[in-house]
């Protein structure tokens, strides 16, 4: 699902609107593959992608993220996303208890200082894997609007969802029905009391959810500072296809 990952998306200024409308004849700049399975009462999401062709030359970015959430209340559990970029590293690391996160956020390069784990002050919050499972599991109807608190690891943001129903789209050429939702997203400044303050890159979004019961995020179109972001699914796999997702002591992205 979680897909929804903002850093699996490249922001691409348009000059005029119609512009938009162009199909593209080749696969965007960044592509990525996720795999969700569930092991015990964990759900477990492990996903990589970075830029490629020509986008590579000019913004070199390889990314990861792994990530447990509780089956049950949908809670963060643990999650370990890395960002590889030409020069450095950014490694962002959460873990979680009952809707209360802490996290540790550090460049891996030769001159950075250590960094130490810090309590994000608001609660009840989750991380964006499990945010996305909370968000996909409610009834969604027509009207239906889900508010939550989402932390991708620099900052808290408050995110606004809007079912506005059901809608037939097309994707990779095939019609699927999809739940179209609009979303908001605003920043929640903990050094001043939990105010919200607009976002300062993202202006508005839409997501588009597979109208089953399997709640695939299908595509998804966002305006942001710069231009505006589109993503689309290229191929699904059935989990119950593929093999549980275990993380041995020797690659384990956790903390010991």
């Known amino acids: 699902?979680?897909?929804?990952?903002?850093?699996?998306?490249?922001?691409?200024?348009?000059?005029?609107?119609?512009?938009?409308?162009?199909?593209?004849?080749?696969?965007?700049?960044?592509?990525?593959?996720?795999?969700?399975?569930?092991?015990?009462?964990?759900?477990?999401?492990?996903?990589?992608?970075?830029?490629?062709?020509?986008?590579?030359?000019?913004?070199?970015?390889?990314?990861?993220?792994?990530?447990?959430?509780?089956?049950?209340?949908?809670?963060t559990?643990?999650?370990?996303?890395?960002?590889?970029?030409?020069?450095?590293?950014?490694?962002?690391?959460?873990?979680?208890?009952?809707?209360?996160?802490?996290?540790?956020?550090?460049?891996?390069?030769?001159d950075s200082k250590p960094s130490k784990w810090k309590p994000v002050k608001i609660a009840p919050i989750r991380d964006l894997f499990a945010a996305s499972l909370f968000i996909r599991s409610q009834s969604l109807a027509k009207g239906e609007k889900v508010r939550t608190l989402v932390f991708p690891g620099g900052s808290p943001f408050l995110v606004d969802i809007e079912s506005l129903g059901p809608e037939k789209i097309p994707i990779a050429g095939t019609p699927r029905d999809t739940l179209r939702l609009d979303i908001k997203i605003q920043s929640v400044n903990t050094k001043k009391g939990n105010a919200l303050e607009p976002h300062q890159k993202f202006r508005s979004g839409t997501l588009w959810l597979s109208n089953d019961p399997d709640r695939i995020l299908l595509r998804a179109e966002v305006q942001v500072f710069?231009?505006?972001v589109f993503a689309e699914l290229a191929a699904f796999q059935p989990s119950d296809s593929l093999p549980l997702l275990r993380s041995s002591a020797s690659n384990s992205p956790w903390p010991k």
């Open 226 to 228: 710069v231009g505006y």
């Open 1 to 75: 699902m979680p897909a929804f990952l903002a850093a699996f998306f490249l922001a691409i200024p348009i000059a005029c609107a119609w512009q938009s409308t162009l199909t593209p004849d080749v696969a965007g700049p960044f592509q990525a593959r996720a795999a969700i399975s569930y092991e015990g009462r964990s759900a477990i999401l492990t996903s990589s992608g970075g830029t490629t062709g020509f986008a590579r030359t000019l913004y070199q970015l390889d990314a990861s993220l792994d990530a447990h959430a509780t089956r049950g209340g949908l809670q």
């Open 77 to 110: 559990i643990q999650s370990a996303q890395l960002e590889k970029y030409a020069t450095r590293t950014l490694s962002t690391r959460i873990e979680g208890n009952n809707g209360h996160l802490t996290s540790l956020r550090e460049w891996i390069s030769p």
